[in-house]
């Protein structure tokens, strides 16, 4: 029986040796790991946040960078740390000595749990939620100018992406158009398809990008407007690079609306209107 158990360490040794089975090290609870993002969230600059408890933040945006560091008893400049990561939620990028970068993915979320070793002792854990855009809202920014013989609407919005706990400024946004509905048929003169930047844009600090909203039109072809409305919506879908999920649906809505009375005396008026991101454009011009 003594000559089996000796057999059975001998074997277990063994396996340690060649790798087959890891070394795992001790737990020293005087080793710690801070961390700092390299951005700070929407929030800061929206909200005034706490400079250096925003960059303390564990839940993070798609895209982020963070610079972790480890700390504790017997950790100097002559210390090289083993960093180990676990999660769909980013990778690590090991810059030698006692710290490394946390890449968040840019298509993954989840969690990413980290760990490091050195000195043959193991650090405590510290976990990061990666998460992504979840919906968007638009808010005026100002008016472009109408040029000359023309009536409409034409307005450049800035559209913010949430959450804006995190910053999503590596990353940049899509938008897909996905028809329209109904088709504007009962206009006597053609309306322009919706032709959406096919390029993507990057987003800013304040999770912003900027969105032109018109409808700018003749002032001959408005005056062929039967009386009544007539309403229409593009589909536009909003996604990241590298993501078939779209983080935001939205209509933008035309309404074009003639109100003609004859009598004494008589009147004509016709108005013009654009939605999006529920925020809504208008546009009155009188004919008489």
């Given at each position: 029986m003594e ?29 710690t790991i ?100 979840e919906d ?153």
């Amino acid at each position: 029986m003594e000559q089996l158990k000796n057999l059975y360490w001998i074997g277990i040794s063994f396996l340690y040796f060649v790798g087959v089975l890891p070394i795992t090290a001790e737990e020293d609870q005087s080793l710690t790991i801070t961390s700092e993002t390299d951005d700070y969230s929407a929030d800061f600059y929206i909200k005034g946040t706490d400079p250096k408890t925003d960059k303390e933040r564990t839940t993070i945006g798609q895209g982020e960078l963070v610079t972790i560091t480890l700390t504790g008893k017997n950790v100097d400049d002559t210390t090289s740390a083993k960093w180990l990561a676990s999660g769909s939620g980013g990778s690590l990028e090991e810059s030698g000595g006692t710290s490394a970068t946390l890449k968040a993915s840019k298509i993954e979320t989840g969690g990413v749990t980290i760990h490091a070793e050195a000195n043959g002792k193991r650090s405590k854990e510290l976990t990061f939620n990666v998460i992504s855009p979840e919906d968007a809202e638009g808010q005026k920014e100002k008016d472009n100018p109408i040029p000359s013989g023309k009536i409409g609407v034409d307005v450049l919005m800035n559209v913010t992406v949430h959450p804006t706990n995190v910053s999503f400024s590596n990353l940049s946004v899509v938008e897909e158009d996905h028809g329209t509905v109904p088709a504007p048929d009962s206009l006597p003169f053609p309306f322009p398809d919706h032709e959406s930047n096919p390029e993507a844009v990057s987003l800013s600090a304040l999770n912003q990008f900027q969105d032109n909203v018109a409808a700018v039109l003749p002032a001959a072809d408005l005056y062929l407007l039967p009386n009544g409305t007539v309403q229409w919506d593009w589909i536009c879908k909003f996604r990241t690079t590298g993501v078939d999920d779209f983080f935001k649906v939205t209509n933008q809505t035309f309404s074009l609306i003639r109100d003609r009375k004859l009598g004494l005396p008589p009147s004509d008026k016709i108005s013009i209107k654009v939605k999006k991101f529920d925020v809504e454009f208008s546009s009155e011009s009188k004919f008489n």
